[in-house]
């Protein structure tokens, strides 16, 4: 195996990466190129030794890599096996959370990011008025009006519906912005529900006013009013940060640890 330095440290020696860090590079940049996908099995453990040249704890360092960064699994024991997992919102959410937590950021602060990004994408949306994207968000909330005449919660029904807005709007780094923002903000509204007083119907109450909202945004989008389809969203998204952020205070930081 070719090895080459690939990065410079604090004292500006060149670092030559491990062996196990080069392995996991070419196993990671078949994943990210779609030469591996989701669920695909890694050859055994023989076989990869054998390709690589490297010795059986050199591979597992490089497996613990890859594990780490979500995107292998692995099962030990004799029919285990590593198999691939591609990247996703979720994975990012993760790591960013840390970050965010790290740096003491704000509840608020997580949640003014929503209210920045999704209007102009709904804009987006309205503006281009397409049937398929109108049925779409109309089948996803038939189908939480569904699940609201049972017992279950819809909390991640309500996120994963803003989430599909930004996606239906075409922008795929909004997406998976917005996929992160859903992660962490799915945590924060069930700390939220935690904190409700108990009563019947409380949750149900939220649940009916956040399909009223949803439901009348596919109303503005389907007429293609990209400028009221905007202004709602963006007033309906504030309005529901005050609600969370009444159940934390000004100066709470995310806590993605639980």
């Known amino acids: 195996m070719n090895r080459r330095p690939t990065d410079i440290d604090a004292t500006g020696h060149v670092r030559v ?4 860090e080069l392995v996991a590079a070419t196993l990671r940049r078949q994943i ?16 990869l030794m054998a390709r690589f040249d490297v010795s059986r704890p050199t591979l597992r360092e490089a497996f613990r890599v890859l594990e780490s960064e979500g995107l292998i699994g692995v099962r030990r024991g004799a029919h285990g096996g590593a198999r691939v997992h591609v990247p996703n919102s979720d994975v990012a959410a993760r790591f960013v959370g840390l970050v965010l937590q790290y740096d003491n950021v704000t509840v608020a602060d997580v949640l003014e990011a929503r ?27 038939d189908e939480d009006e569904r699940r609201l005449a049972g017992p279950e919660s819809l909390v991640s029904a ?3 519906f803003h989430e599909t807005v930004v996606e239906l709007a075409g ?3 909004l997406g998976v912005l917005t996929g992160m923002l859903r992660h962490l903000i799915t945590g924060v509204i069930m700390v939220h529900r935690a904190a409700l007083p108990s009563g019947e ?52 930081v995310l806590d993605v640890l639980g």
């Open 158 to 160: 309500h996120t994963d």
């Open 171 to 173: 922008n795929q780094t």
């Open 115 to 141: 209210s920045v990004i999704e209007p102009p994408a709904v804009r987006l949306l309205a503006a281009r008025r397409r049937r398929r994207d109108i049925d779409a968000l109309t089948a996803h909330l």
């Open 201 to 252: 119907g409380r949750e149900s109450h939220e649940d009916e006013l956040a399909l009223r909202a949803h439901r009348r945004l596919v109303e503005l989008i389907a007429a293609g009013d990209a400028t009221g389809a905007e202004v709602f969203w963006r007033r309906h998204v504030v309005e529901t940060n005050q609600v969370l952020l009444q159940h934390f205070d000004e100066a709470s």
């Open 17 to 20: 990466p491990k062996t196990a």
């Open 32 to 47: 990210i190129r779609g030469d591996l996908r989701e669920g695909d099995g890694l050859p055994n453990e023989a076989s």
